[in-house]
């Protein structure tokens, strides 16, 4: 147990900053534990959480209602986080969070925060070398998961993980467990809480990069900067005690936590409902069900959502607002949502690592289709820049770079990364290329950062090229994104192999079989493997990426797939 709750590693606001956003009333000392609390006195009967089962535990078994209110959450929270403190989770630990759509991802996520230890919030579709990645480079004190969801046994991994990490003081599984780990069930108790508070400065949970370097790297996010980016999201989402929040996308992600998402939904003393699918024949039915007023897709889903809708007579009328965002959304789709949906569309173009921007509810509907939105924040400082950091004119497409309230310093416990991810004075450079218009709006064009875009889904190329190295057929891999009509892009890994294995090169499933085998999570698998002789090569001799995007653009037209 560390006795700081700020960990080590944390590259803090400096101060003239922290003054200025404190004095303009954005960072307004608040908490998230104490969020929940003052939620709970004003409105403790209204439901915070709805439910409706079905996203984990064994196929056929029948799925669980639950409906809590705020009193219950709140309630909840501090027993969870009784519990978790009489098992040794002290303020500073890190606790890896992997849990799917279902309510005890808030109970233990609320805790965490009241006991001022840091979730770690990796994704359901993560696997052996992303969790032990986690668990080592955080020294985790605990690993909390589902028993099954999505047909996979999470069990099994934690089992794994634990013999591979001394560190790890606790593994929690939500559901069923034989008796290798504690049941989550079994930890709430009615014990003593933290004996302080965490300050609302202090590091409140670390969110993932969607990364382009070898493994994720890990964003501090304090209570402060955090609740800061969800007043606003509340406000320019216009949520109010009556919004009742569909969350589709995986739950501990950004988007569907923040903007305004789950957590910006209680804030708001709104309605969180569970997803436990994102398909339109589960979320359709809920809509109708419940109410749901907003929520939020990646553009792929938004495709399936709106081709669902036009083929068949559905209840979506309390539906408001679509959030579209985590990756382009082209015009065309994004001009059928009002017609098609009966609602406003909202693009949404942010990062974990801080700046979110949106389209406003009132926008004219040209920029509502064509851009990806404004800032949340009048201090958002946001800059179009050329490749040697010199700021261009609206109009022209440059490298965005960012810095403000709720836009990180620094990643987690790393500096040499932080050195080419920040400059100088602090803006974090986000690897997007981006044209602003007069009014501020930004329309993303592109990017510069070495990472494929599979839907919203983020998948560093460098990552997979270490994998497919690892193989003995293997001498060199680049790994580029392809046009998809669908995902919009998908992953084609390019392989030289080594001279004896060109007679008999391994099959393309080989090799998928072979990067999937070392635990990785089923996105970043290559979609398409190409083997060729030679790179081509940049005037400096480097392999140059966009000749071979260029080529499997042309061999494989978007509209084949
Ligand atoms: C969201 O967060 P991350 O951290 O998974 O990914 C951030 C990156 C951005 O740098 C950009 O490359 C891409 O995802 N992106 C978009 C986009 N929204 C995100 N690219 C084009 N159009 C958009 N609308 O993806 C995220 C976080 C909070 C809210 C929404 C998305």
Redesign the pocket.
Known sequence: MQDRAVPDGFTPYPAEFAERYRAAGYWRGETFGRMLRERAAAHGERIAVVDPGGASGPPGREPRERRWTYAELDRRADRMAAGLLARGIGPGDRVVVQLPNTAEFFEVVFALFRIGALPVFALPAHRHAEIGHFCAFTGAAGYIVADLAGGYDYRELASRVRAENPALRLIAVAGDDPGEHVRLADIPCDGPGPEREPEPGDVAFLQL??GSTGVPKLIPRTHDDYIYSLRGSVELCALDEHAVYLCVLPAA???PLS?PGSLGTLYAGGRVVLCPQPGPETAFPLIGREGVTVTGLVPPLALLWLDAAERGPHRLDTLRVLLV?????SAEAARRVRPVLGCTLQ???????GL?NYTRLDDPEELITTT?GRPISPDDEVRVVDDHDRDLPDGTTGHLLTRGPYTIRGYWNAPAHNANSFTADGFYR???LVRRLPSGHLV?EG?AKDQI?RG?E?VAAEEIENHLLAHPAVHDAAVVSMPDPYLGERTCAYVVLRAEHREQPPKTVELKRFVRGRGLAEYKVPDRVEFVEAFPATGIGKVSKKDLRAAIAAAVPATTH
């Open positions: 990069s969607g992600h950004n988007f903007s965002g985590g990756a382009k959304f693009q949404v173009f942010g990062m974990a690592e979110v990806q986000t690897g997007d993303v990017r875009n919203g983020k």
